[in-house]
Antibody, heavy 126, light 111 residues
Framework: EVQLVESGGGLVQPGRSLRLSCPTS????????LTWFRRAPGKGLEWLGF??????????DYAASVKGRFSISRDDSNSIAYLQMNSLKADDTAVYYC?????????????????WGQGTLVTVSS | QSVLTQPPSVSGAPGQRVTISCTGS?????????VHWYQHLPGTAPKLLIY???NRPSGVPDRFSGSKSGTSASLAITGLQAEDEADYYC???????????FGGGTKLTVL
């Protein structure tokens, strides 16, 4: 069974940093691209970015709203994806989700997401 | 404001059919990019319902179907059940933004 379980959320002050983890199991992690999303209170899903597999150079793409502040990385030896969030703002308060990119194609235009975690809550407040 | 437009809410009685629209533009759905649909109950993991416009992953009931035409796409749910009450999102790609995009979400209420 494919599983993704986000962790690392919590209360953080504005301007600080936080790193979320997404340990996975049930599939060959190194073969897949991984992605991060969020859902802010009262709002819809927002794509944040994704990281390709090693075969595609572990390259990343990000949404304009977080580019330069957020970064995604991966540890294939432990099957974990990470989301590093810097210079956090109140607007970043949300539940954050990691997901597996479906299929073998890792082109941004072809992405969709077949397995998701249950999310971890990040609250940015003083 | 989302690049893909969905109605904020739809409702139907058990057993009925409902449709959820997803309207885009010439830089996303109208450009030929595929549309995918997800079901999400806050506090749980989102679930892929439809991929590549009209394909169901294994395990998704055939009560769920998708279609696409021009700059729009639709999700249809037949034989509505109480367990279908959730938020539904369409997703595609926008070439002007070079980003994965979502609709704003539609809350389905089963009366």
């Amino acid at each position: 069974e494919v599983q993704l379980v986000e962790s690392g959320g919590g209360l953080v002050q504005p301007g600080r940093s936080l790193r979320l983890s997404c340990p996975t199991s049930g599939f060959t992690f190194s073969d897949y691209a991984l992605t991060w999303f969020r859902r802010a209170p009262g709002k819809g899903l927002e794509w944040l970015g994704f990281i390709r597999s090693k075969a595609y150079g572990e390259t990343t793409d990000y949404a304009a709203s977080v580019k330069g502040r957020f970064s995604i990385s991966r540890d294939d030896s432990n099957s974990i994806a990470y989301l590093q969030m810097n210079s956090l703002k109140a607007d970043d308060t949300a539940v954050y989700y990691c997901a597996r990119v479906a299929g073998v194609y890792q082109l941004l235009a072809l992405l969709y997401f077949d397995h998701w975690g249950q999310g971890t809550l990040v609250t940015v407040s003083s | 404001q989302s690049v893909l437009t969905q109605p904020p809410s739809v409702s139907g009685a058990p057993g009925q059919r409902v449709t959820i629209s997803c309207t885009g533009s010439s830089s996303n759905i109208g450009a030929g990019y595929d549309v995918h649909w997800y079901q999400h109950l806050p506090g749980t993991a989102p679930k892929l319902l439809i991929y590549d416009n009209n394909n169901r992953p294994s395990g998704v009931p055939d009560r769920f179907s998708g279609s696409k035409s021009g700059t729009s796409a639709s999700l249809a749910i037949t034989g509505l059940q109480a367990e279908d009450e959730a938020d539904y999102y369409c997703q595609s790609y926008d070439s002007s933004l070079s980003e994965v995009i979502f609709g704003g979400g539609t809350k389905l209420t089963v009366l």
